[in-house]
C-alpha cells in the first residue's frame, strides 16, 4: 500500500475505514433526511456540509503520506461535494434539493481538513496508535 503512511500501524483498516466514511456521506446525501424532532437553525445544513468534508480530508491527511496524493484526493473530494448536489437535484429531486451553497461548503470543509497538513496535527492518527502499546 504505497498510498498508505508506512508508519501507521493498521493502514489497510485506517484505509478501509476512509472509504467507508467517504460511502457513508454518499449515501446518506441521496437518501431521506430524517424527520427533525424541530426545525434546525437556518442554514445549518451548511455546517453539516463543512464537518463532513473537513472529517474525510482530515482524515486523509491521517491516512495518505504523499502531497501529491493529499492533492488529487482533495480535488477528488471536491468534485464528489458538487456531483452529490447535481445528483440531488437531478436523481432524487423528490427528496432532496440542489444547493451550490452546500457545495461551497463541502470545498471549504477538505481545504480546512487539508490545510491541516501543514500543521502537527498531521500526525494525530500516528500519535493515537503510539500510545497503545
Same mark, same amino acid.
Given at each position: 500500500?504505497?498510498?498508505?503512511?508506512? @508508519?501507521?500501524?493498521?493502514?489497510?483498516?485506517?484505509?478501509?475505514?476512509?472509504?467507508?466514511?467517504?460511502?457513508?456521506?454518499?449515501?446518506?446525501?441521496?437518501?431521506?433526511?430524517?424527520?427533525?424532532?424541530?426545525?434546525?437553525?437556518?442554514?445549518? @445544513?451548511?455546517?453539516?456540509?463543512?464537518?463532513?468534508?473537513?472529517?474525510?480530508?482530515?482524515?486523509?491527511?491521517?491516512?495518505?503520506?504523499?502531497?501529491?496524493?493529499?492533492?488529487?484526493?482533495?480535488?477528488?473530494?471536491?468534485?464528489?461535494?458538487?456531483?452529490?448536489?447535481?445528483?440531488?437535484?437531478?436523481?432524487?429531486?423528490?427528496?432532496?434539493?440542489? @444547493?451550490?451553497?452546500?457545495?461551497?461548503? @463541502?470545498?471549504?470543509?477538505?481545504?480546512?481538513?487539508?490545510?491541516?497538513?501543514?500543521?502537527?496535527?498531521?500526525?494525530?492518527?500516528?500519535?493515537?496508535?503510539?500510545?497503545?502499546?
Amino acid at each position: 500500500m504505497a498510498l498508505v503512511r508506512r @508508519d501507521l500501524r493498521w493502514p489497510r483498516a485506517w484505509m478501509v475505514l476512509w472509504l467507508t466514511a467517504i460511502l457513508a456521506v454518499i449515501v446518506l446525501s441521496l437518501v431521506p433526511p430524517p424527520p427533525m424532532p424541530m426545525e434546525p437553525p437556518k442554514d445549518f @445544513d451548511k455546517f453539516l456540509h463543512f464537518a463532513a468534508y473537513f472529517a474525510l480530508a482530515f482524515s486523509a491527511v491521517q491516512v495518505f503520506e504523499r502531497r501529491t496524493h493529499l492533492m488529487a484526493i482533495a480535488v477528488g473530494l471536491i468534485a464528489l461535494g458538487f456531483a452529490i448536489e447535481w445528483a440531488q437535484g437531478t436523481l432524487a429531486p423528490q427528496v432532496r434539493m440542489a @444547493d451550490g451553497w452546500d457545495g461551497l461548503a @463541502d470545498t471549504l470543509g477538505v481545504v480546512v481538513g487539508m490545510a491541516l497538513y501543514l500543521t502537527p496535527w498531521r500526525n494525530l492518527l500516528l500519535r493515537l496508535e503510539q500510545m497503545r502499546p
